[in-house]
């Protein structure tokens, strides 16, 4: 086989697809691998560079690889999508991977390495405990008011509601059981936030640059310990408006014939930490980042 110098792979549960070429662009791999003999199969050949997309396990895989001595571009699917032919199938995915990785301007996702994937899973455990409690909060509330019990919004209330409904005793006793289990589950997911939150925080203070971007006007500890896990190498960004753009901030482009057309917020970049950021305007500005950029 000719040297390879770059493949193109396209992943899923089972099946790998791959596309190689050498040094004069011609195909001299097209070749499918089942899971368990993806890494026996890398092994074996000489250091290459191998495109993936960015999607489930691919920082796994690119971990792997790497220790095999290869080179690893990840690349978000729609910067890929174009370079894709019609009829779509794994074939032609590895091969628009393996184009798409070649062209000088491709944008490429930074590997994550297992701390920063743990830490990132914690981030999100916590994001899960907070949305279940907030669709437990809102089914108490709309029970108990078919019963005509209503309280104000806020979680200092529920507890003063659930106690309300377990006093009640014009309540059916099968409406006031079910309240009951709904009021335990939500005294369980208090318990676990409180120690995810703590495990936050821990990390937040075992981590230098979330520390130091807490001292930040308007910057809590865990817009500093999402900025760190999301964000990366801060050298990526030429300036606080690139930044502002990989975070969705900037305009929708449509402009044609010479003519500007700017459209609404893009909101193309990590949902979870621009919302953390858009909370508080000034945090934006202490980042550098303009107000018209998207405020």
Same mark, same amino acid.
């Given at each position: 086989?000719?040297?390879?110098?770059?493949?193109?792979?396209? $992943? /899923?549960?089972?099946?790998?697809?791959? %596309?190689?070429?050498?040094?004069?662009?011609?195909?001299?791999?097209?070749?499918?691998?089942?899971?368990?003999?993806?890494?026996?199969?890398?092994?074996? !050949?000489?250091?290459?560079?191998?495109?993936?997309?960015?999607?489930?396990?691919? %920082?796994?895989?690119?971990?792997?690889?790497?220790?095999?001595?290869?080179?690893?571009? =990840?690349?978000?699917?729609?910067?890929?999508?174009?370079?894709?032919?019609?009829?779509?199938?794994?074939?032609?995915?590895?091969?628009?991977?393996?184009?798409?990785?070649?062209?000088?301007?491709?944008?490429?996702?930074?590997?994550? /390495?297992?701390?920063?994937?743990?830490?990132?899973? &914690?981030?999100?455990?916590?994001?899960?405990?907070? *949305?279940?409690?907030?669709?437990?909060?809102?089914?108490?509330?709309?029970?108990? *008011?078919?019963?005509?019990?209503?309280?104000?919004?806020?979680?200092?209330?529920?507890?003063?509601? !659930?106690?309300?409904?377990?006093?009640?005793?014009?309540?059916?006793?099968?409406?006031?059981?079910?309240?009951?289990?709904?009021?335990?589950?939500?005294?369980?997911?208090?318990?676990?936030?409180?120690?995810?939150?703590?495990?936050?925080?821990?990390? %937040?203070?075992?981590?230098?640059?979330? +520390?130091?971007?807490?001292?930040?006007?308007?910057?809590?500890?865990?817009?500093?310990?999402? &900025?760190?896990?999301?964000? @990366?190498?801060?050298?990526?960004? @030429?300036?606080?408006?690139?930044?502002? *753009?990989?975070?969705?901030? $900037?305009?929708?482009?449509? /402009?044609?014939?010479?003519? $500007?057309?700017?459209?609404?917020?893009?909101?193309?970049?990590?949902? +979870?930490?621009? /919302?953390?950021?858009?909370?508080?305007?000034?945090? =934006?500005?202490?980042?550098?980042? @303009?107000?018209?950029?998207?405020?």
């Amino acid at each position: 086989m000719d040297q390879i110098i770059r493949i193109g792979m396209d $992943t /899923s549960k089972h099946i790998f697809q791959l %596309h190689g070429v050498d040094a004069a662009e011609q195909v001299v791999l097209r070749r499918k691998l089942r899971r368990s003999q993806v890494l026996s199969f890398f092994a074996k !050949l000489p250091p290459t560079v191998i495109g993936m997309e960015a999607c489930g396990a691919a %920082h796994y895989w690119a971990r792997e690889l790497r220790k095999l001595g290869h080179e690893v571009k =990840l690349m978000a699917p729609q910067h890929v999508k174009a370079y894709v032919k019609r009829n779509k199938n794994d074939g032609r995915d590895a091969e628009g991977l393996c184009e798409a990785m070649s062209r000088p301007t491709m944008q490429f996702v930074p590997v994550k /390495s297992e701390e920063q994937q743990a830490a990132l899973m &914690l981030a999100g455990v916590r994001e899960q405990l907070i *949305a279940r409690r907030t669709q437990l909060c809102n089914a108490i509330r709309g029970y108990a *008011a078919e019963f005509g019990l209503t309280a104000a919004k806020g979680l200092d209330k529920i507890e003063p509601l !659930l106690a309300w409904i377990a006093q009640d005793k014009t309540l059916p006793a099968m409406a006031r059981e079910l309240l009951a289990l709904q009021g335990k589950d939500y005294a369980r997911l208090q318990i676990e936030l409180k120690a995810i939150e703590a495990r936050l925080m821990a990390w %937040h203070r075992a981590n230098a640059d979330s +520390r130091r971007l807490a001292q930040i006007p308007g910057i809590g500890p865990i817009g500093a310990t999402t &900025l760190v896990m999301k964000t @990366p190498d801060p050298r990526a960004f @030429p300036s606080s408006r690139h930044f502002a *753009a990989w975070l969705g901030l $900037t305009p929708k482009d449509h /402009s044609t014939a010479g003519k $500007t057309r700017l459209g609404k917020i893009t909101r193309a970049g990590d949902e +979870r930490l621009r /919302s953390v950021l858009e909370r508080d305007g000034s945090s =934006l500005n202490r980042l550098g980042i @303009p107000k018209s950029e998207g405020f």
